[in-house]
């Protein structure tokens, strides 16, 4: 199979898929720590690493600023820090990730010079504003698009003691990219929300545990603030979990064909871990599904909802609007593809109407991705109760997947290519 055809077309398979699958690394955990282990003195081994478009990119802008990354193989990074960032000779280029982007725009604040964060197309489209507000009310000299990258930073070292507040209800990263970076500021930095909303709170504790093995000090005050001490970080050896995000189009893809996949995996700390739980019901997921606190899992659990007994609506997803792409507006939309109505938008929710008899049928339908690795992944599986659905850009995986098309291949999926 050749992830760079224009589309593939899946076959399916008519039985159970069964086997074993290890998920790739979490790309919110790799992207995490490689930004801690740059930022700490000393060499850090991470193991288990995903290596994706993101971790790449991310990979690559610390190395433009003086970090030394080195990839033994294909699920380790070695990096060496000297708890300095320093200026790149060129603007930062982190395409459509979106951890990354938000990551470094607080991180290289504390470069002495100007730093330039910027994206493709796609990230341009995706809001930075409130992080850029909070940093600039520190202090720092930063500027923005109207709200978008690309982002001018112009450095002058660590955070200064005091409070920053920001509004995290668009995304959970801006309240991430501030805390990691507070722990190498002059002084104690408290973090606060301006409001209770989180776009969502589990990845923020994700941050935290992530910043206490790198050896930080933070504190959670309440809901909606927390405390971190300039501890900086320091160097150690750590193993990042497998996805969980990865994960949910396997557990959708035992649950649709009676299958039994083994991930060799028995608990994650990710929040989108909590969608195993609903995914296990199928094909009887209750009526509403607050998708606010399992983002990423959204698209899996939509398109298994077209196959489940009852209608499903999905709420709490208007964050989902700016992601990669407009997922409740493209979930919508390819739905409606496959059959006319399966999705339909009312306000910011996703309404799946949902039909059992739309398995055996073939409904030849070319699903457009818009990009988005999370769209081509979830509605590879309808492909595996439908016949006809071709995944158009089936190379936008890479993005956290690489190996997505060669794992469900390794189950016995398989693909006509499509020139």
């Avoid at 081509?376 to 997505?404: E, N, Q, R």
Wanted: a negative charge.
């Amino acid at each position: 199979m050749d992830a760079r055809a224009n589309g593939l077309t899946i076959k399916a398979p008519g039985r159970p898929l069964t086997g074993r699958v290890t998920p790739p690394g979490s790309k919110s955990i790799t992207n995490r720590v490689l930004l801690l282990a740059a930022l700490a003195r000393g060499t850090s081994r991470l193991t288990g690493a995903l290596k994706s478009d993101d971790t790449k990119l991310m990979a690559a802008a610390l190395r433009a600023m003086g970090v030394t990354v080195e990839e033994p193989d294909d699920t380790s990074f070695v990096v060496t820090g000297t708890g300095r960032l320093q200026a790149p000779a060129a603007p930062l280029f982190l395409g459509n990730a979106g951890t990354a982007t938000r990551f470094l725009t607080a991180a290289v604040t504390m470069v002495d010079g100007t730093v330039v964060v910027d994206g493709d197309a796609h990230m341009r489209k995706r809001p930075i504003g409130p992080l850029v507000q909070a940093l600039r009310s520190l202090g720092i000299d930063i500027t923005d698009s109207n709200g978008y990258p690309p982002v001018t930073v112009r450095g002058h070292g660590p955070f200064a003691p005091g409070r920053v507040e920001i509004d995290g209800g668009l995304s959970s990263q801006y309240i991430s990219a501030l805390l990691m970076a507070a722990a190498c500021g002059t002084g104690p930095v408290e973090v606060a929300l301006t409001g209770s909303e989180i776009g969502a709170r589990g990845y923020v504790d994700l941050t935290v545990a992530a910043m206490r093995a790198f050896g930080a000090e933070v504190e959670q005050l309440d809901e909606a603030t927390w405390r971190v001490r300039p501890t900086g970080y320091r160097a150690v050896d750590h193993v990042i979990e497998p996805d969980a995000s990865a994960a949910t189009y396997l557990w959708g893809a035992e649950v649709l064909t009676g299958g039994a996949i083994d991930l060799g995996v028995t608990a994650f700390t990710q929040p989108d871990a909590k969608a195993q739980a609903l995914i296990a019901r199928f094909p009887h997921l209750p009526a509403v599904i607050d998708g606010s606190q399992m983002q990423d899992a959204v698209p899996t659990l939509a398109v298994l909802a077209a196959f489940n007994q009852t209608p499903v609506r999905f709420t709490g997803i208007a964050n989902l609007r700016v992601k990669e792409c407009d997922r409740v507006a493209a979930l919508a939309t390819e739905l409606s593809r496959i059959r006319p109505g399966l999705g339909r938008e009312e306000g910011d929710d996703l309404i799946v109407a949902s039909d059992p008899a739309l398995a055996g049928q073939t409904l030849p339908t070319r699903i457009e991705t818009y990009a988005d690795h999370r769209i081509a992944m979830s509605f590879a599986l309808a492909g595996l109760k439908i016949g006809g659905i071709t995944i158009l850009d089936p190379g936008c995986v890479a993005k956290t997947y690489p190996a997505y098309w060669d794992a469900l291949a390794s189950l016995g999926v398989t693909y006509d290519e499509v020139a």
